[in-house]
């Protein structure tokens, strides 16, 4: 998608302009702007009633699932399965390394940029350790990863300064 594509491109749906920004953090995002505390819709714009009324992070992995820096992979989903689907798609997601780095040996996990920048949707206190559990209950199909998550976890629990974990967040995993 082109630089600028996001906030000035325009769709009419349903009698209503959005932009892809506006679909993006004022529809899916459960309109928080992406910049700034407070919304992306004022209380007086009627679009503000389209904002889901449930967060669900798992549709940062939906709209994430690029294959390499320059293409991303979009799918149908379907209102009767689209649990399913997002579940799939997180687990997906969450099992390779190339979007997620988790090294429980080197004490370090390196995860994409829009984790840090929507750290609010993953977690309710925003911290990374809050993050990392919220990773864990999409790689618990993978055994290897869930056991090197688990194992980072415990660490951060009882870590001291000798066993500093690292957690880093990055472009273009």
Avoid: W
Wanted: proline share 1%; hydrophobic share 35%.
């Amino acid at each position: 998608v082109k630089r600028g594509m996001f906030d000035t491109v325009h769709y009419n749906v349903g009698g209503f302009y959005f932009s892809l920004e506006d679909i993006y953090h004022g529809i899916l995002r459960r309109n928080k702007h992406p910049r700034r505390q407070g919304k992306m819709f004022s209380i007086s714009d009627s679009r503000a009633s389209l904002s889901l009324r449930e967060e669900d992070a798992r549709i940062h992995f939906a709209l994430s699932n690029s294959n390499n820096a320059n293409h991303t992979t979009l799918y149908e989903y379907h209102v009767d399965a689209i649990d399913e689907e997002l579940r799939i798609i997180a687990e997906l997601y969450c099992v390779s390394n190339k979007r997620l780095y988790i090294n429980g040996v080197q004490n370090k996990v390196i995860l994409p940029k829009f984790m840090e920048t929507c750290l609010s949707d993953f977690t309710t206190n925003g911290d990374t350790h809050s993050l990392l559990e919220a990773i864990l209950k999409y790689s618990a199909r993978n055994q290897r990863r869930f056991l090197e998550l688990t194992t980072i976890l415990e660490r951060l629990k009882t870590s001291d300064d000798d066993e500093k974990i690292t957690v880093l967040f990055q472009n273009d995993m």
